[in-house]
């Protein structure tokens, strides 16, 4: 769970970056809960994921979700999904003070079905 995470426009886009979360299975199924919105505060939302031992950011990876509204946004990540994933959320630029509270809730992993 990432918790509590205030988005402040500042007048470029500013961005946050989640921890690393493991891989525990093939698909993860993620909601992010937009809970308040100061002006007209919008951002996006990217996964990375990269093996272990690599330093960085990572790759990034489908899909892109667009957070524009208070509530709840459920995504599922089906791409391959290497040791570690995480999440960038960026604002898109507004005005100077607009901001987005939100939270990511506890990814929920299972393993993909083969026929």
Known sequence: MFEAQLLIE?????????P?????????R???????LIGDAKAALQAYTKKAEEAGDGAAINPTVD??????????????????VRFK???NAGSTGDSML????SPIWFDA???
Not at 10 to 18: H, K, Y
Not at 21 to 28: C, E, G, K, N
Not at 67 to 84: C, Q, S, Y
Not at 102 to 105: H, P, Q
Request: glycine content about 10%.
């Open 10 to 18: 500042d007048g470029g886009s500013p961005t946050i970056f989640s």
């Open 20 to 28: 690393w979360f493991p891989r525990q299975a093939d698909v993860v």
């Open 30 to 36: 993620c909601t992010v809960e937009v809970v308040a």
């Open 67 to 84: 957070l524009d509204a208070v509530g709840r946004i459920t995504f599922e990540i089906e791409d391959p999904i290497l040791d570690l």
């Open 89 to 91: 959320f960026t604002g």
């Open 102 to 105: 939100l939270r990511l809730l």
């Open 113 to 115: 079905i083969g026929a």
